[in-house]
């Protein structure tokens, strides 16, 4: 089962992510000209559950994670946090705890655990919006 969560979660990364930088105008199959912008793509989001935080790099502002099987994982490396990143206890259980400042220190101390991330796709590419220590 765990095989299945974890192909289920990075097919859902890989779908989102394509869907929020997908922002061409195709309906015509040529290039888009200078007179019609496409409308920016929306950011779209998808938290992951059973991630293990493998490095924290403070001085780029970026984590990478692996998930999915032990032998083999599917690992996503240098993913930078998006500004107003948190680190929180859990993302489906509000509370006062999970308002409290950003920092690295937080991060630091989730390396090797097993927790949740929220990831943010959009045009720009893919950043970390929350983690979950909670791992929900």
Do not use: C
Request: glycine share 8%; aromatic share 6%; charged share 20%.
């Amino acid at each position: 089962m765990m095989s299945n969560v974890s192909r289920r979660a990075a097919f859902g990364l890989i779908v989102t992510f394509g869907a929020a930088a997908f922002t061409g105008d195709t309906s015509t199959g040529a290039e888009p000209d200078d007179t019609h912008s496409p409308a920016p793509a929306e950011a779209a989001t998808v938290t992951i559950k059973d991630v293990t935080i493998t490095q924290v790099d403070e001085s780029a502002g970026t984590v990478s994670v692996s998930f999915g099987k032990k032998d083999k994982p599917t690992k996503v490396e240098n993913v930078p946090l998006q500004e107003g990143a948190r680190v929180v206890a859990s993302h489906v259980l509000p509370g006062s705890v999970n308002n409290l400042p950003f920092r690295w220190e937080y991060v630091r101390r989730l390396r090797g655990k097993v927790v949740s991330v929220r990831l943010r796709a959009s045009a720009a590419g893919l950043s970390v919006v929350s983690i979950a220590s909670g791992n929900d």
